[in-house]
């Protein structure tokens, strides 16, 4: 009965790695076949200094979306989950960012940050601000990326958050409440630990999609400006399909799933550690 699961399973994840592997052990080139250099391609991404740049923009960008759509996710997700009216039209309101095409949110972005006729340039000029070269900026690049990705992904956490708060035993409120917690101990010392389970879900799941962000950074900056938002997969695809360096492009994707499996590893045992 799970013949089916499994040979679905390996021509669709475990022969492609396989594949990417292999690919990354070899030096590729256009027409002639792959030939079996060893960790040849490994010991240039210990020597690349693109490789390291693209690293760090990788984790950072992951940290700083990570933390900001789960703080305001759940935020919004306790709001959501305590909104009595209209609460079917408000969650079909917070699913339309995220059910987007990437090429939409990415051209939206394009038009909306533009430094000549942008919407957030004009607000700013109406609070007295200078303008700002948003996605021009290496100084700022990442952080406004990080702010597009956040604006899509947040209700995503939200309703995750909302349904894991809704899904709680309510006696626990009731008596801590009787107890006379209110407020910001009731959310400290309650709400946050029981929501544990379902915040290292949101987690695992943004993380996994963050750690391979590419299709917004590659439609409004291609990396840019220079390498200051080239992410390892920015810095892949250039690599694979500018260059046609298809052996050390596969080796930073094996390197990326690496460190995307150690995250999901991480989090598990961390939502092992919080079950209650």
Not at 129 to 135: A, H, I, V
């Amino acid at each position: 009965m799970v013949a089916p699961a499994l040979l679905f399973a390996g021509v669709m994840i475990v022969f492609p790695f396989g594949y990417a592997v292999w690919l990354s052990l070899c030096e590729v080139a256009l027409g002639q076949p792959p030939r079996l250099n060893g960790g040849a391609n490994y010991a240039r991404l210990a020597a690349d200094p693109d490789f390291w740049n693209g690293l760090r923009l990788t984790l950072w960008l992951y940290a700083i979306s990570l933390v900001a759509q789960l703080v305001i996710g759940t935020w919004l997700g306790l709001l959501l989950a305590r909104t009595r009216r209209a609460r079917g039209l408000i969650r079909t309101i917070l699913v339309s960012p995220f059910m987007l095409p990437p090429v939409v949110i990415g051209m939206m972005a394009i038009v909306i940050l533009d430094p000549s006729f942008g919407i957030a340039n004009w607000i700013l000029a109406q609070l007295g601000l200078p303008p700002r070269l948003w996605l021009s900026d290496p100084d700022t690049v990442i952080l406004t990326v990080a702010a597009i990705d956040t604006w899509q992904w947040t209700p995503f956490v939200a309703l995750i958050v909302m349904g894991g708060y809704l899904s709680l035993p309510g006696e626990v409120f009731e008596a801590a409440e009787v107890d006379g917690a209110r407020g910001w101990q009731r959310f400290r010392r309650l709400t946050l630990p029981l929501l544990g389970p379902t915040l290292v879900t949101a987690a695992v799941l943004r993380s996994v999609d963050l750690l391979r962000f590419f299709d917004v950074i590659y439609i409004t900056t291609q990396g840019g400006p220079g390498t200051a938002s080239t992410t390892l997969n920015i810095l892949a695809y250039r690599r694979g399909f500018e260059f046609f360096d298809i052996g050390y492009a596969s080796a930073i994707m094996v390197t990326l799933s690496a460190l995307v499996f150690g995250s999901v590893l991480v989090f598990a045992r961390l939502r092992r550690a919080v079950t209650w």
